[in-house]
């Protein structure tokens, strides 16, 4: 049973289940607010994958999400959330991650023309290290742009440290932990993935 906030993502979902012959009656996904949901039933396996986490700026909206959680997980059930693990410090990130600087972060060509993708680092929240960052889309009909789409972020920086102490003020206890999808320990991959459960 998924959520997720975006109608075209769920539209696109439910048209891929539909062509993959998979019933509703196994999969089903629907429009929700994965800060305040109620699916009046509960789970065995909870995950919010590709660091959705981090998409969540505000304390009250982390605390839903993880009320919902509660709520949601069956007995015996847990949960696995995700962050990136950030390579640079408190002080480094604060100091050095802001620019106005625009990047190029890739480009594919097309017919008569090409596709890119620029980021821009205009601004962040120094005191709770959310990253705002802007990812700018542009279309050229050979070297003249046609078109321009912004598209404006929000990634909450989670150390270590910051992710378990998140879990076990919620009263949850950590039944595993990783560092990466390669047997990186915690805390020394780039990523911090967490499982836990409802505490005991």
């Known amino acids: ?8 993502m769920i539209s696109i979902c439910q048209k891929k289940l539909m062509e993959a012959s998979i019933p509703s009656s196994k ?11 109620d699916l009046e039933q509960t789970f065995d396996l909870i995950i919010a994958p590709f660091r959705v986490l981090q998409n969540i700026e505000s304390d009250s909206e982390v605390d839903g999400l993880l009320c919902c959680v509660r709520k949601h997980l069956g007995p015996g059930g847990t949960c696995i959330l995700n962050a990136f693990n950030p390579h640079r410090d408190r002080e480094g990130l604060r100091r050095g ?5 625009e990047r ?3 480009e594919v060509p097309t017919e008569g023309g090409k596709i890119a993708c ?10 709770k290290l959310i990253l705002y960052p802007e990812l700018i889309y542009r279309r050229y009909e050979r070297e003249v742009l046609k078109d321009e789409t912004v598209l404006n972020l929000v990634m909450r920086c989670y150390y270590p440290d910051d992710l378990e102490k998140l879990v076990t003020a919620h009263r949850f206890d950590i ?5 990466g999808y390669m047997g990186e320990a915690y805390g020394q991959g780039p990523e911090l993935v967490i499982q836990f459960a409802e505490g005991s």
């Open 1 to 8: 049973h998924g959520i997720d906030f975006s109608e075209s």
């Open 175 to 179: 039944v595993d932990r990783w560092g």
């Open 97 to 101: 991650w802001c620019t106005d600087e």
């Open 118 to 127: 620029y980021d821009r680092r205009p601004r962040m929240n120094r005191e």
């Open 27 to 37: 999969a089903k996904v629907e429009v929700g607010d994965i800060t305040d949901f």
């Open 104 to 106: 190029l972060s890739w």
